[in-house]
């Protein structure tokens, strides 16, 4: 199977997405279709599709496109599609985006992630349970 990732907020599929956000997420119980649009919205997204053009996964990244980016609501959204290494493409897909790479800091929060980001370079903040980072910034 072939699978494609795009940047263009046209082709996504806001109601799946917002399915599996307010329905299957830990994060995102209770969203409303209105605020997941609003997210979209504001922020840089990236849509999973396969071959006919049917999204099956997202992402997006809230960021000041110069120092630095908040990692969210990465998802697969068909539970078909889980267990495929799909996340790990989309994830490693949206660190080499042009804008992405050059952040200074990439932050997220994951209940259940922390390995499969690990694998990229993020570590934990302090003591904190959720929170991870990548810091290339040099504070004087």
Known sequence: MGFYISK?????????IHRAI???SYWGRGRSVGEVQTTIENSLCFGLFNEINEQIGFARLVT?????????????????????????????HLLKDEVIKNLKTLALK???????YERYGFTKIGDSALWMSIDKQNLL
């Not at 980016?69 to 989309?90: C, F, H």
Request: charged content about 30%; hydrophobic content about 40%.
């Open 8 to 16: 263009d907020k046209n082709k996504l599929d806001v109601t799946a």
């Open 22 to 24: 307010s329905e299957e």
């Open 64 to 92: 000041d496109y110069v120092f630095f980016g908040y990692i969210m609501d990465v998802i697969i959204l068909d539970k078909n599609y889980k267990g495929m290494g799909l996340g790990k493409k989309l994830i490693s």
């Open 110 to 116: 994951t209940k259940d992630a922390h390995q499969l």
